[in-house]
Structure formats: structure tokens, C-alpha cells
């Protein structure tokens, strides 16, 4: 485990990492940009409450106040959630983080990079980034494929974000050779709709299977793994109203100008307006899910 001092590692996940006991690492760009307050608290408190009831040891990633922190506790936590403009942070913004003291919540690419020097291999969050819809550029594709392809940790989501290009998506992943793996399914999930439709070449079906493919993965010099489980069919939200608000949203961004790293929470944002808060409640619902699994494949893995 790296034990630089830049990074503080909270004792009890530096003691299970040492003790080679499940960990489970969550990521805090939800917590700042992804859901509003209070639910925002409420679903990193109860994320790791459901990690905590599977017999793992949740860790909360962020930088705060310059440091790298690898497990917030409930202070950091209450007082991340409660600040509109921290920074948003892939891995490529972590050294301006920490060289200009700022607290910054952590994407799925920078969660999975700390994570991984931390000596945490399962990490749990909604959905990854990827390529977006009707862009111009071949090569508007979210650090989180980059990082899947280098860094061996294993990401328990619901695919990937319902506001992406899922098709387009799926072939960098592939070309990545990043291995994408469906829980109980044999449709790649599309975060908040159940399944996007598009076939995934492996399945799994328990915590074992999936650990016994992470273990073989990693022994063959294998870096990312996507665990994809499908939203809950209770609460995702039905394919063609969610494109319908996604059009919309997707108006106003460009009618205000929004693009870049700022334009996934803008349109998160705007699709809980358009859809009275379906996308808020899919959202909190799939998180616990991702960590619950999370927390038993870790189980497995280190069992």
C-alpha cells in the first residue's frame, strides 16, 4: 500500500488493506455534483452503510483541503456535501488539487487512481463516463475509459450514464480491452434505464463468479474491469420519456453554453427537474445496489 505523505488513508481502511479484509471504495463527484442536498449526505452515509452491512470497510475518496483523503469521515463528508463549488477532479486535476490546497470531489477516473495506490481493488459508484452523443469530436471520450485500461480495479456500476453515445461507449471500452462484465444480465444496463439494448460478451451471476473472474483477470496482467448491474425495473425509468427529457436537457445545455467536464452535471441536474426528481430517486436506488455488490464480491475476493 503506498504510504506517501500526500495521501492520508484512514486508519481503519490502511488496518483492512494491511489485513487483506474486503474495502470498498466509493466515489465523491456524486456527493458534489451528481445529487442536491440532503440526499446528496444521505446517499454517501447510506452507501457505505450498505457496504458496512456486507461485512466490508467502506472509503469515501476525495481530496480535502490539499490531501488526498482515502476514507472521508462523517465531518468531511457532511461539510463536502454541503459545498457548491468545489472542484471537480479526474485524475489529470488531482496534482492542481493538492498544490493549490483545495478540497475537490474525486471522478470515477481520480477515485479509481487513488484507490488503486491505496491497495483497493473493488470500488463502487452509478455509472461511468464514456462517449458522448452527436459530438463532432471522435475523441470526446471520458477519462474513465483511459483509466479502466490502466488500473487494475474492478468498477461495480450500472453501466454507463444514460446521457451517453452507449454504443460508442461499449466499442472504446473493447478497444481498451477493458473487460465488461454483466451481473445477472447479458445486456449492457444504461444506468437509469434498465438496459440499453446492447449485448456484453460475459455474464456473471453471483459474488463468486465475479471475484473468480477478477482474480483470474488480474493474474493474467489485466488492469479495469466493468461489474455491470441493471437498475432495479422498479424504479428505472421507462426508455422513451427519459430520451424525450434528455433532448431537452440537452437544448438548454447548448442554448446556455455548457460543454466540457461541466456538461454531465448539468444534465443530470436538469433531467431531475424535467423528470420531478425519477432520475434523483433512480439514482440514489442503484448506488446502494452497486455498493452492496460491491461490498459481497470484495467478500468473495478476499475470502
Known amino acids: 500500500m503506498n504510504r506517501s505523505p500526500f495521501m492520508h488513508v484512514r486508519p481503519e481502511v490502511a488496518e483492512a488493506v494491511e489485513r487483506q479484509r474486503p474495502v470498498v471504495a466509493l466515489e465523491s463527484t456524486l456527493i458534489v455534483h451528481g445529487l442536491p442536498w440532503p440526499l446528496n449526505l444521505e446517499t454517501a452515509l ?5 457496504v ?3 461485512g466490508a470497510v467502506p472509503a469515501t475518496i476525495a481530496i480535502w483541503e490539499g490531501k488526498p483523503v482515502i476514507g472521508l469521515d462523517a465531518e468531511q463528508l457532511h461539510a463536502l456535501a454541503q459545498q ?3 472542484l471537480k477532479a479526474s ?9 493549490k490546497k483545495l478540497s475537490a470531489a474525486t471522478t470515477v477516473a481520480a477515485t479509481m487512481y487513488l484507490a488503486n495506490l491505496a491497495g483497493i481493488r473493488l470500488f463502487a459508484t452509478g455509472g461511468i463516463g464514456g462517449a458522448h452523443r452527436d459530438s463532432t469530436h471522435s475523441w470526446d471520450v471520458s477519462a474513465d475509459v483511459s483509466e479502466l ?3 487494475p480495479v474492478a468498477v461495480v456500476c450500472s453501466g454507463a450514464k444514460s446521457i451517453l453515445d452507449i454504443p460508442k461507449t461499449l466499442q472504446v471500452l473493447e478497444t481498451a480491452s477493458v473487460p ?6 447479458d445486456e449492457f444496463p444504461a444506468f437509469y434505464i434498465h438496459s440499453s439494448g446492447e449485448p456484453i460478451t460475459a455474464r456473471v451471476d453471483s459474488p463468486r463468479q465475479a471475484a473468480d473472474l477478477l482474480r483470474a483477470h488480474w493474474n493474467l496482467g489485466g488492469a479495469g474491469v466493468i461489474l455491470a448491474q441493471p437498475i432495479d425495473p422498479h424504479v428505472a425509468l421507462e426508455p422513451e420519456s427519459f430520451m424525450s427529457a434528455l433532448s431537452t436537457a440537452e437544448e438548454e445545455a447548448v442554448g446556455a453554453g455548457v460543454h466540457g467536464k461541466e456538461l454531465t452535471p448539468f444534465l443530470l441536474s436538469k433531467l431531475a427537474e424535467i423528470t420531478e426528481g425519477q432520475t434523483l430517486r433512480a439514482n440514489h436506488t442503484l448506488v446502494l445496489a452497486n455498493a452492496r455488490l460491491a461490498a459481497q464480491v470484495a467478500r468473495s475476493l478476499w475470502g
Open 46 to 50: 447510506a452507501a457505505e452503510a450498505a
Open 52 to 54: 458496512r452491512a456486507e
Open 84 to 86: 457548491k463549488n468545489a
Open 91 to 99: 485524475r489529470r486535476d488531482l496534482a492542481v488539487a493538492v498544490s
Open 149 to 151: 485500461a490502466r488500473t
Open 180 to 185: 465488461v462484465i454483466g451481473y445477472g444480465t
